[in-house]
């Protein structure tokens, strides 16, 4: 059985840093692309960043290009997000989940397992 499991949320202020990490267990990963997705009070899920873990290859919204980088220890079976310059509108439940397929997707229907989330919240 897949798990995945997010740690690293909090409060911050605006203009901060968190890094969230995502640890995968149940299966091996490695030809498998893995992404990041937030949700905000209110509004539906939406993609934040993607990693194809065998290349390292990305995809980020334009949204948070230049401020997030997702990354992966697949040593370790876990993504990272570094989130850099975080503004309130960054505030939302972040979930990781994975695919298992070694193409990008933004799309939520696309990913077969999911995390339980994280929450960021930053402050202005």
């Known amino acids: 059985q897949v798990q995945l499991v997010e740690s690293g949320g909090g409060s911050v202020q605006a203009g901060g840093s968190l890094r969230l990490s995502c640890a995968a267990s149940g299966h091996t990963f490695s030809s498998y692309t893995m992404g990041w997705f937030r949700q905000a009070p209110g509004k539906e899920r939406q993609f934040v960043a993607s990693i194809i873990l065998n290349t390292g290859r990305t995809d980020y919204a334009d949204s948070v290009k230049g401020r997030f980088t997702i990354s992966r220890d697949n040593a370790k079976n876990t993504v990272y997000l570094q989130m850099n310059n975080l503004a309130p509108e960054d505030t939302a439940v972040y979930s990781c989940?994975?695919?298992?397929?070694?193409?990008?997707?933004?799309?939520?229907?696309?990913?077969?397992?999911w995390g339980q989330g994280t929450q960021v919240s930053v402050s202005s």
């Open positions: 989940a994975v695919r298992p397929y070694t193409t990008w997707s933004r799309a939520t229907w696309a990913y077969d397992y």
